[in-house]
């Protein structure tokens, strides 16, 4: 197996002080109105694929195997893994003709939850796409209090103790990227964890990685009405290096929670509909024929993918599940993001450190393909609203940048 690094990571990048411009990038995921849409169809699809797409398909499985810190693990040991989990191994193939493919649909949400980045974790993560891992940060009461003390620095109106003040800054689907929350004291304290970054030291199989500067989620309520449908892929099907990202749910997301839906397996294919986009973010269309699922998350949990997987955040409905004694929102979390340091130039560095100080976001890109998520638009600026004193110039953030 591939070995376990010390959970604290040593970084070789060192901070300076001089400062680059950072380009921002609007990659059209917040729209400023959603209108009622068709939902994606929940038919399944069924077909075969030709021995030729099976036998390419086994190839790029060998090779993404290595990838994961898995290559020892022979077809044998594969299938007893398999059944270990109880994962029905997903039919493949590397592109999408314009007949039906078949993506996986019937999964159990409990084989996915690992109390450990181990094997079977790796295993998971590699074969359907994502991996939840629960246990992050053990007592997160200081992770509350750091958020509603953020919170209410934000909106000076704002009691913990009353959710009908709870005006939390806009985000598209509960997303905040703006008034320096993403860089807030409990944004990093999901970004730094050892928990965390022994989970992503195990995907690329290397200590030596980089974060990127993600937004949070803070949800106060359910939306009133039905979003539409917002399946995509984080990653386009030319950008061929591994790319994994995470969800940080504190209060966890039952069947009636807001969360994160994924449809398992898709990241292995590449659909017709990717050709024509030229940006990382690519949106399924509306009449495309998946059965994405929602997985139950267990509180203090990070849901890992694969960012060439197809999923969306999705609304909850009715009220949120009451785990704790105080009211709560919705839905809060924290995006986050790691990769190899060889992949971030010193120029990067420079970008995400100029943008950390000024309270910035950026996509979930940690490496050179790094960009700032774009500014406020009119109808995300609250009245009242206090942009965060800049953080902390800490020299273990900075180191992992």
């Given at each position: 197996m591939a070995r376990t690094p010390s959970i604290f990571i040593s970084m070789r990048c060192n901070a300076v002080s001089n400062w680059v411009e950072v380009p921002v990038i609007d990659v059209d995921e917040e729209p400023e109105e959603e209108e009622p849409q068709p939902g994606v169809r929940r038919t399944s699809c069924h077909g075969d694929l030709d021995q030729r797409e099976n036998e390419r398909s086994e190839r790029r499985e060998r090779e993404e195997g290595d990838q994961f810190g898995v290559r020892e693990l022979d077809g044998q040991k594969r299938r007893r893994l398999r059944n270990e989990i109880q994962v029905e191994p997903p039919k493949r193939c590397r592109v999408a003709s314009g007949r039906h493919v078949p993506v996986p649909c019937s999964l159990s949400s409990g084989?996915?939850?690992?109390?450990?980045?181990?094997?079977?974790?790796?295993?998971?993560?590699?074969?359907?796409?994502?991996?939840?891992?629960?246990?992050?940060?053990?007592?997160?009461?200081?992770?509350?209090?750091?958020?509603?003390?953020?919170?209410?620095?934000?909106?000076?109106?704002l009691d913990a103790r009353r959710p009908q003040t709870w005006n939390f800054p806009k985000g598209f689907r509960g997303i905040v990227s703006s008034y320096g929350l993403p860089q807030a004291d409990f944004a990093w304290m999901v970004r730094g964890h050892p928990r965390i970054r022994q989970a992503f030291a195990r995907m690329f199989d290397t200590d030596d990685l980089v974060v990127s500067l993600d937004a949070v989620i803070a949800q106060a309520q359910n939306a009133k009405s039905k979003l539409p449908s917002w399946l995509h892929k984080d990653q386009h099907p030319n950008h061929k290096a591994l790319s994994i990202q995470g969800v940080y749910t504190?209060?966890?997301?039952?069947?009636?929670?807001?969360?994160?839906?994924?449809?398992?397996?898709?990241?292995?294919i590449t659909y017709p509909w990717e050709g024509s986009g030229t940006r990382d973010h690519l949106r399924a269309p509306e009449d495309a024929d998946f059965r994405p699922i929602k997985p139950d998350v267990p509180p203090d949990s990070v849901v890992f993918f694969n960012s060439r997987?197809?999923?969306?955040?999705?609304?909850?409905?009715?009220?949120?599940?009451?785990?704790?004694?105080?009211?709560?929102?919705?839905?809060?979390?924290?995006?986050?993001?790691?990769?190899?340091?060889?992949?971030?130039?010193?120029?990067?560095?420079?970008?995400?450190?100029?943008?950390?100080?000024?309270?910035?976001?950026?996509?979930?890109?940690?490496?050179?393909?790094?960009?700032?998520?774009?500014?406020?638009?009119?109808?995300?600026?609250?009245?009242?609203?206090?942009?965060?004193?800049?953080p902390p110039s800490l020299t273990e953030r900075l180191s992992l940048l």
């Open positions: 084989s996915a939850i690992f109390g450990e980045p181990n094997g079977d974790f790796l295993l998971h993560l590699r074969e359907q796409g994502y991996a939840i891992l629960q246990g992050v940060l053990g007592d997160g009461s200081s992770f509350m209090d750091e958020f509603w003390k953020a919170m209410t620095l934000v909106v000076p109106d504190y209060f966890g997301s039952g069947p009636h929670d807001a969360g994160t839906c994924v449809v398992p397996g898709s990241h292995k997987l197809v999923h969306a955040s999705v609304g909850g409905h009715g009220n949120a599940t009451q785990s704790f004694t105080r009211p709560q929102p919705a839905r809060l979390g924290v995006c986050v993001a790691y990769a190899p340091c060889a992949r971030r130039s010193e120029d990067t560095r420079r970008k995400k450190e100029k943008a950390y100080l000024q309270g910035k976001c950026s996509t979930h890109w940690p490496c050179d393909r790094f960009s700032l998520k774009p500014p406020m638009k009119s109808f995300q600026i609250l009245k009242g609203g206090q942009h965060l004193p800049p």
